[in-house]
Structure formats: structure tokens, C-alpha cells
């Protein structure tokens, strides 16, 4: 096996576009986006009624602790588009 790299090599197509580098990727990302809501959607249901909504009672403060949680859930695809819209919009300028 030859150490030395050539740099066309390296940035090949090939080597750079690989299909389980992007299932990997999506998997991580994947993982971590529910890992996320898990974590969230527990502390909204044990946490945060009795830390933020307390004077509205238990059951109240769960409904609203849940609604924030659910319009968050809701509005980051919205998020994604906006932001992800000015992201490509760098990315192209860069190119």
C-alpha cells in the first residue's frame, strides 16, 4: 500500500460521495433530533409544570407545558425552511 496520497485522489468523486457516509450522517443527525424531543417532551411533562406553571395547578400547568412543547414540535420545520433558505443562499454565494 503506497502512504503517499495524490491530491486528485483524495477529492475524487468517489472517494467524497460515498452512500454510507450520508446514511451515516443522517443517522446521527437522526438520533440526536429524537434524542432531543425525548429529553424535551419529558422535562415538559415532569419539569416544567411544577417549575414555570405552578401557580395554575398540576393539570393546568401540564396542558400549557405540553402546548409549549407542541408549538415548538410545529413550528421548527418552518424554522428549517427559513433558515435553511438562507443557509443555501451562503452556500451558493461561496461557490
Do not use: K, Q
Not at 424531543?37 to 419539569?47: C, D, I, K, N, Q
Amino acid at each position: 500500500m503506497n502512504a503517499s496520497l495524490d491530491a486528485a485522489e483524495v477529492d475524487s468523486p468517489a472517494e467524497l460521495n460515498r452512500p454510507w457516509r450520508a446514511a451515516f450522517a443522517g443517522f446521527v443527525g437522526t438520533s440526536l433530533e429524537w434524542y432531543d424531543y425525548f429529553l424535551y417532551g419529558s422535562v415538559a411533562a415532569l419539569v416544567f409544570p411544577r417549575l414555570f406553571f405552578a401557580e395554575l395547578g398540576p393539570t393546568a400547568g401540564l396542558l400549557v407545558s405540553l402546548a409549549t412543547f407542541s408549538v415548538a414540535f410545529l413550528l421548527r420545520p418552518v424554522g428549517g425552511v427559513i433558515f435553511g433558505h438562507f443557509g443555501d443562499r451562503s452556500a451558493a454565494s461561496a461557490c
